[in-house]
């Protein structure tokens, strides 16, 4: 169960988090430029982080009493799976290359962290994903084990904004080719038709045990 819990928290923000946006092609930008990667990355992280147990924490004080609505959550939460996944194929038979190298004036260390919490705290996206979606999920996790949802959901948020803020030197000419965003949007967006239909099976029998 406990390997379960990290498991599914881990997929779950992996497969939200490993998409082509605002927040992912500014990390990279930025690492690619080799400028306050450190505090971005940590910041990023640190937010999707706080994020999700807010949101599991909130939602399971809400809805610990209420499985039936937990469940309609679920099914809520599969069907924005679906959609986030239908939108990754879609992007897939349409690639389109990543410019992330922007102008070439420094910017500075405050700048560059108001720049990061706006991608981050002003997408709309970001609370749906992590509050909202990521919370409902959490909730039909054991009471004991939703830390070990949470924490798996950190991880796989740490080491996706790792990976791009610190190997983009190395990322950047393989992304510079729409064919390698067409790969990565059609496994991310399998994986999210996959975890969605285990979800609405999820919901579905909550429903029918409420």
Do not use: K
């Amino acid at each position: 169960m406990l390997g379960s819990a990290f498991t599914t928290g881990f997929a779950l923000s992996a497969t939200l988090i490993i998409a082509i946006g605002a927040q992912n092609a500014f990390v990279l930008r930025q690492g690619i430029r080799q400028e306050h990667v450190a505090p971005i990355v940590a910041f990023c992280a640190m937010a999707d982080l706080l994020l999700i147990a807010a949101g599991v924490a909130g939602l399971a004080s809400i809805l610990g009493n209420s499985p039936t609505l937990v469940a309609l959550l679920t099914i809520a939460g599969s069907v924005f799976l679906l959609w986030y996944g239908i939108r990754a194929l879609r992007r897939a038979l349409s690639p389109q290359s990543l410019h992330a190298a922007g102008g070439a004036e420094p910017v500075s260390l405050g700048n560059a962290m108001a720049q990061a919490a706006g991608f981050t705290l002003l997408n709309p996206h970001v609370y749906l994903d992590t509050v909202l979606l990521m919370g409902s999920i959490g909730t039909r996790q054991p009471p004991d084990m939703r830390i070990w949802f949470v924490g798996g959901a950190a991880c796989a948020s740490g080491v996706w904004f790792t990976t791009l803020g610190f190997g983009a030197r190395l990322l950047a000419p393989v992304f510079a080719r729409p064919r390698a965003w067409q790969v990565l949007d059609t496994l991310v967006g399998l994986t999210m038709l996959a975890l969605a239909v285990l979800l609405i099976r999820q919901g579905l029998g909550g429903l029918a045990s409420g």
